[in-house]
C-alpha cells in the first residue's frame, strides 16, 4: 500500500513563499515519477508540475513556470514545491500524486497518476 501525505499548505499573503512536502510510503518511491496538481473551488482540478523518477526531469504548468519548482529528495521518499512570487490565483488544494509507470506524453493528465494524497490547503491573500 502508498500512501502519499501532503504538508506545508497555509496562508500566505501575495509574492510570499511556501514550500509543499509530500512524503510518500514503500520502497519503490524512487521508480515513481511524481507530480503535484491543485483544485480551487468549483474548478477541476489542474497539473501545476511534475518531476521524473530521477529528478533529471521537471515539467510546469505555464501558469507557475519561473515561479514554482518541484524537486525530491529519494532518500527521504519526499517531493517538495517550492512555491515563490504566490498570487491570489494561487488559492487551491494542492495534491501530489505518484505514477508508477511514467509517460512523458501524459504527465499533465491526472489519470496518470496511480497514487494520491489527501491533499493541503495553500490560500494567498491579496
Known amino acids: 500500500q502508498v500512501q502519499l501525505v501532503e504538508s506545508g499548505g497555509g496562508l500566505v499573503q501575495a509574492g510570499g513563499s511556501l514550500r509543499l512536502s509530500c512524503a510518500v510510503s514503500?520502497?519503490?518511491?524512487?521508480?515513481?515519477?511524481m507530480g503535484w496538481f491543485r483544485q480551487a473551488p468549483g474548478k477541476e482540478r489542474e497539473f501545476v508540475a511534475a518531476?521524473?523518477?530521477?529528478?533529471?526531469?521537471?515539467y510546469y504548468a505555464d501558469s507557475v513556470k519561473g515561479r514554482f519548482t518541484i524537486s525530491r529528495d529519494n532518500a527521504k521518499n519526499t517531493v517538495y514545491l517550492q512555491m515563490n512570487r504566490l498570487k491570489p490565483e494561487d488559492t487551491a488544494v494542492y495534491y501530489c500524486?505518484?505514477?508508477?509507470?511514467?509517460?512523458?506524453?501524459?504527465?499533465?493528465?491526472?489519470?496518470?497518476?496511480?497514487?494520491w494524497g489527501q491533499g493541503t490547503q495553500v490560500t494567498v491573500s491579496s
Open positions: 518531476i521524473s523518477w530521477s529528478g533529471s526531469r521537471t
Open positions: 500524486a505518484a505514477d508508477r509507470i511514467f509517460n512523458a506524453g501524459s504527465y499533465y493528465s491526472a489519470p496518470e497518476y496511480d497514487y
Open positions: 514503500g520502497r519503490t518511491f524512487s521508480s515513481y515519477a
